[in-house]
């Protein structure tokens, strides 16, 4: 495959980025498509005219993954994708890249004439970010079986609307394929992505071959201690739970620094009651995230943050209360499929490194199903989910020269 | 004085205080009168009527202070009163019963034929809290002459009502005296009040002799770092806002302590974006509230917090900002009432101790205008601004025969 000389249109790989990011385009610039909203269709029809135009069979399934077919013939697919929905004022390039990147990569292999033995399938994924359904990687979940199909339709969203009544509004026409994935059918699936960090760009690298997806513990928190009056009160007869979670918050960052490996925690979500200026806060409601990329590491840092927990409470008379949200267990890349990216890489003459996914990708699925694994390209000072969100053009071009690159031979 | 017999009718007392207490009540049990609102218009007309009752010389003024007076002749009245607007949500004897309390106190010392040199004059203080205009202690700022009375009249509340226009719909009828007191027209002030704080419940005392109101300084603070992916973003490449508030809160209440003397800091507003469970918090939005009974302590305490934030930040890269919201001196209180108050205290053969109010009161702006003080009763649990708020009826009481002793010496 190192032979070959792959020539991405960078020019349309940009143009088609810039199509998209115009679609669910706020006042402040971020981009908010939401899974099977109006924006989200009409991103998806633009895709679907683009697969149609670059000469792919076009398919859809049960829960409205779009699916675009290079080649043909028995043997099991090479797939690869991602998705078009968005968290609430995101980036242009987060899910897109890897669809645009996708049709650009197959169509530079059909203009040197690469006829693939196993069918390329190039896959818009619904529902990938959790920000409308309980859940994310919804399309992957039903491809892989991870799911079932009637489980995903049954989801509803936070205005009680069903997958299924929303599906049924995204505008398919024609027959619906089965979403789950037959034994034997998918050969692998490699997934071309932004960073989201900013390790790459720190090491002024080009492309990261993705070892393992680290895993996620989601958990809610409560802290519980007594609104009075902010100059009434004197501090020793305080029970502050502003402070009592401020304590916790420090301590989960000094917890996950110490742990090292890949370990991360966050504290996003974190909600200070009554909020009135006078009144010190009687309750703080939070959740903490909590990502390692092997399983006896994630319990470890759960379990640490969990005692944390009490210790931040109990000193100010602070009670508290955690509840788990989800629990997502780290997915280890396929190793054969890893060294195709590393191989794609150094054929297109760039600089890669081997590294962990903090975030969860659909990839972490299909992994489930095949051998996966995930190309990364530099995120501009490692910002994403947000309007900054950037990736130089020339490193863009670069990563769909190695998934071209690494579909060709993943496909032979 | 001492020699007096003074009976509260403790039955009346605890009456009134239900008949307000119903006003303006919540489905989850907290009493919202905001000023110049409805529920306000309807507390004051029960109390006016009571004022007609117990046999008071009612007026009204410019601002629509409501005043009941007890006694005639040319002398320089006694002043005592509080207020009937509420916190959102508060409780029942923040303000009310320093109303209720006077009118009872009077009634006992027309009971016992007491005949005043001096009148004493039941105020009801407009607009104390400042939930609904842009200040509380609306009232006697008016009467000290601390803010024009045409400054409070353009007032307007977060929907764009004037004050004027609000006071309008209040429902006075007659001429209104002018507010502003004439000099020499006041010969003292004081306000019966709940502590609002734990101190005299955990030192099992009955009464507190206010020996200053303690100052207050507001700042609105800003904590900016950046917003990014909760996964992707290793710990050492974050700019966390919340970990850098956190820090800030934490060293704010350590100052603070370490300070003493009365120094107490909160932060009661704390908001934190975006707020997604899955993002690194890029911002913090907070409200520090400081006060000190002392100008020069306050302001140690306030400059140590200034240089508290700045650090707070710079360890994280976190860039922050602050700007004054209000400054408001704090008031040392008349050592000639305080002592009157003792001597009361003692007569009625309850135990008192001197005290800091760690909340602004109108006694604040009295103050300005004439000799005051404060007779503060204890809160159960220290609880305030709540509907918890509450206090023994044995405790009332005592404080009504506390009041009614200190206004007899001060007007004979």
Redesign the interface.
């Known amino acids: 495959m190192s032979s070959l000389t792959i020539q991405i249109d960078r020019t349309r790989l940009l143009a088609d980025l810039e199509v998209l990011a115009e679609i669910g385009r706020g006042s402040e610039g971020g981009i908010t498509r939401r899974a099977l909203s109006k924006e989200d269709a009409a991103a998806r029809n633009y895709m679907k005219q683009r697969m149609v135009g670059a000469g792919l069979t076009v398919t859809h399934d049960e829960v409205g993954n779009l699916r675009g077919r290079f080649g043909s013939g028995e043997h099991a697919v090479v797939m690869t994708g991602s998705h078009l929905d968005t ?3 995101g980036g242009r390039l987060d899910g897109p890249l890897g669809i645009v990147g996708a049709i650009c990569a197959v169509e530079a292999l059909g203009r040197v004439g690469f006829s693939p033995k196993r069918p390329v399938e190039v896959v818009v994924f619904v529902g990938e970010e ?2 409308r359904f309980r859940r994310g990687t919804i399309g992957s979940a039903a491809i892989s079986g991870h799911v079932e199909v009637e489980a995903i339709h049954a989801l509803v969203d936070g205005e009680g609307i069903s997958f299924r009544d929303a599906l049924s509004t995204y505008g398919d026409e024609g027959p619906r394929r089965p979403a789950r994935a037959r034994k034997g059918e998918v050969h692998a699936f490699v997934e071309l992505h932004v ?5 790459l760009e ?1 090491e002024a690298l080009d492309i990261g071959a993705v070892t393992a997806i ?1 895993g ?1 513990v ?1 958990r809610q928190l409560s802290f519980l201690g ?12 305080r029970h ?1 739970a ?2 009592a ?3 916790f ?2 301590e989960v ?1 000094r917890i ?2 110490e742990l090292g490996g ?1 370990a ?9 009651f009554p ?7 009687g309750r703080v409601e939070a ?1 903490c ?1 909590l ?1 390692a990329p092997a399983a006896a590491l994630l319990s470890a840092l759960d379990d640490r943050v969990c005692a944390a927990l009490g210790t931040a409470g109990q000193a100010r008379g602070v009670s508290t209360r955690e509840s788990l ?1 989800q629990r997502v267990e780290p997915g280890p890349m396929d190793e054969r499929v890893i060294a195709t990216i590393e191989r794609a890489a150094a054929a297109a003459h760039v600089k890669s490194k081997r590294m962990i ?4 990708h659909d990839t972490l699925h299909m992994a489930e199903l095949c051998p996966s694994a995930m190309i990364f390209v530099p ?1 501009t000072g ?5 309007p900054e969100e950037e990736t130089a053009p020339e490193a863009l071009e670069r990563g769909c020269e190695v998934l071209a690159r690494t579909l060709a031979e993943l496909a032979s």
Do not use: W
């Open positions: 968290v609430p004022a959790g920000s960073e989201q960090g900013g390790l720190a680290a996620l989601q007594e609104a009075n009056h902010a100059g009434a009160t004197p501090m020793h007869l502050d502003l402070l979670a401020s304590t918050a420090l960052e996950a620094r890949g991360v925690a966050t504290i996003g979500k974190f909600e200070v909020g009135g200026k006078n009144i010190i806060p959740i995230d990502r949200l996914s903090g975030a969860i995120s490692g910002r994403s989910h947000c």
